[in-house]
C-alpha cells in the first residue's frame, strides 16, 4: 500500500488538495523530436518560407527594377490580385483562358488515366503467363525521367521528322498532309495525350496494388452466383477500391492540375494558346515581363483554388461516407 508523508496527512485534515506529482521525464524523451526536427526544418524552408515570401511579394510592385533590392518595391495593396481577376483587362483576359484550358485538360486527363489504370489494373490481376512482363512494361512511362519521357514525345510530334505523322500519313494512309502537332489548335490534343501517357501508369500502379486487398472468396461466390464481369467489377472491384480512389482521384487532380514540367518541355517558353496551361502562364507571366508581384498574386489565386476544391471533394466524401 502506498504511504503518505506527516505533511500530506496535515494536508489532507486542513482539507488543502493534494500536491501535485511531478513526473520524471523518461531518458531518451528527445529522440522523437530529434527525428523530425530535420524534416521540420526542410519543410520550413522548402515550403513555407517561399510561401510567405511568394504571399509578401503578391503586395509589392515587384519587377525588373527591383531586383536587385527587393525591400525597396512598393507596396501595392490588392493592386495585383485586381489585375489578375479582371476578366476584361488584357491579363485577366489571359488568366481566364488559360484557367479554362487547364480545368479542361485536367478532366480529360484525370478521366482516362483513371480508365486506364483500372483495365489495366483489373486485366492483370488475374494470373496468367507473362503477367509480369506486362506490369512491368507498363510501369516504364512513370519510371522514365519527366524530360527524357516528354522530349521523345517532342521529336515524334515533329511535323517533318516525327515518327506520328510519318506512320498516319505514309504508313497507315489515315491523313493525307502532315499536321502541326505542338503549334495551333493540335497542341491541346498533343499536351493532353503526353499527359495520359504520363500520368495513367501511377494510377494503374495505385489500383493494383489496391486489388491486392480485395479477397479472392468474393469474386469466386459472384462467378457461382453467375455475375457478369461488368457486374462483378460494378458491385466488388469500385466499392471495395473506394479508399484508394478517393486518395487517387484528388492527388491526380492536384499534380495534373499544376503540371508544369510538360507543357515546358514539349512546347518550349513558346507556348501555344491551346496549350497554355496555367501553371505555364504564371511562369512566363512571371519570368517572361519580370512582374515578380503579379506572378505571386497568381500563384496565391491558384493556391486557394485548389485548397478550395480539395476542401470541397474532401467534405462531400464524408458527408457520403456518414449517409453509407
Not at 520550413?44 to 509578401?56: A, D, K
Not at 482516362?112 to 492483370?124: C, D, P, Q, T
Not at 489500383?207 to 460494378?234: I, K, N
Request: with cysteine; net charge positive; proline share 5%.
Amino acid at each position: 500500500m502506498a504511504t503518505t508523508s506527516v505533511s500530506e496527512r496535515d494536508d489532507a485534515e486542513k482539507g488543502v488538495p493534494p500536491r501535485p506529482v511531478r513526473r520524471r521525464r523518461r531518458q531518451g524523451w528527445w529522440l522523437p523530436y530529434a527525428i523530425l526536427a530535420p524534416a521540420v526544418l526542410f519543410e520550413l524552408v522548402i515550403h513555407v518560407v517561399p510561401m510567405i515570401t511568394g504571399l509578401w511579394m503578391s503586395f509589392r510592385g515587384l519587377t525588373k527594377f527591383f531586383i536587385s533590392d527587393w525591400t525597396a518595391a512598393p507596396f501595392t495593396g490588392l493592386r495585383n490580385y485586381r489585375l489578375a481577376v479582371d476578366v476584361n483587362g488584357a491579363v485577366g483576359e489571359a488568366l481566364f483562358k488559360s484557367f479554362l484550358v487547364t480545368c479542361g485538360f485536367t478532366v480529360l486527363v484525370v478521366a482516362f488515366s483513371w480508365a486506364f489504370g483500372m483495365a489495366a489494373a483489373v486485366v492483370l490481376q488475374r494470373s496468367f503467363r507473362g503477367r509480369s512482363g506486362w506490369r512491368t512494361l507498363f510501369l516504364v512511362p512513370y519510371a522514365l525521367p519527366v524530360y527524357a519521357g516528354v522530349l521523345t514525345w517532342n521529336f515524334m510530334l515533329q511535323r517533318d521528322t516525327g515518327m506520328v505523322n510519318h506512320l498516319l500519313v505514309e504508313d497507315l494512309g489515315l491523313l493525307t498532309e502532315k499536321p502541326f502537332w505542338l503549334i495551333g489548335s493540335n497542341a491541346f490534343v498533343s499536351v493532353v495525350v503526353v499527359a495520359i501517357w504520363r500520368m495513367w501508369p501511377f494510377a494503374f500502379l495505385m489500383l493494383m496494388a489496391g486489388l491486392q486487398s480485395v479477397p479472392q472468396d468474393v469474386y469466386e461466390a459472384a462467378a457461382v452466383d453467375g455475375a457478369h464481369a461488368f457486374r462483378t467489377w460494378r458491385s466488388i472491384t469500385v466499392p471495395m477500391l473506394r479508399p484508394v480512389n478517393t486518395v487517387l482521384v484528388l492527388v491526380m487532380f492536384l499534380w495534373v492540375f499544376n503540371d508544369f514540367n510538360t507543357p515546358y518541355v514539349l512546347f518550349g517558353t513558346a507556348q501555344p494558346t491551346s496549350g497554355d496551361l496555367i501553371s505555364f502562364h504564371i511562369y512566363n507571366a512571371t519570368f517572361l515581363t519580370w512582374n515578380f508581384g503579379l506572378g505571386a498574386a497568381m500563384s496565391v489565386l491558384l493556391l486557394l483554388f485548389l485548397l478550395l476544391v480539395a476542401g470541397i471533394y474532401l467534405l462531400v466524401l464524408n458527408r457520403r461516407s456518414r449517409r453509407a
